[in-house]
């Protein structure tokens, strides 16, 4: 039985392996969606924390809707933490938002107030 499943391992570690960094990416992030995670992005202007997004379990690449060309920035749903105490407390809403990977530092987000 163990010989069986570290030749499993081995097998799919040579698979992946021969995978282009895509292909790896997707592929983590299958195994990222089917097991779950709570990410937390904070924002900062200088050093003062501006802005915290809980609750986020993924972020994404931006692809172009009709070329399929990876775009500059990435994005994701999550929980604005305004009092930026770790928990979505009554009222703190789930949006969108994208991060930019220019030298201008930006973060675009879904406006929750309404």
């Given amino acids: 039985m163990k010989i069986s499943a570290?030749?499993?391992a081995l097998a799919a570690s040579l698979a992946l392996a021969g995978c282009t960094q895509e292909q790896q990416n997707k592929f983590g992030r299958g195994v990222q969606n089917w097991t779950g995670t709570d990410g937390?992005?904070?924002?900062y202007t200088g050093e003062k924390l501006a802005m915290r997004f809980i609750q986020i379990d993924k972020m994404s690449t931006g692809?172009?809707?009709?070329?399929?060309?990876p775009r500059s920035f990435r994005?994701?749903?999550?929980?604005v933490d305004e009092n930026f105490n770790w928990l979505k407390d009554p009222?703190?809403?789930?949006v969108y938002f994208e991060v930019s990977d220019y030298s201008t530092?930006?973060?675009?987000?879904e406006n929750y107030k309404d």
């Fill in 63 to 69: 692809i172009g809707t009709s070329d399929d060309e």
């Fill in 105 to 109: 530092s930006y973060v675009f987000y």
């Fill in 6 to 8: 570290l030749a499993a």
């Fill in 40 to 43: 937390v992005l904070d924002v």
């Fill in 75 to 79: 994005y994701g749903y999550g929980v």
């Fill in 91 to 94: 009222g703190e809403k789930k």
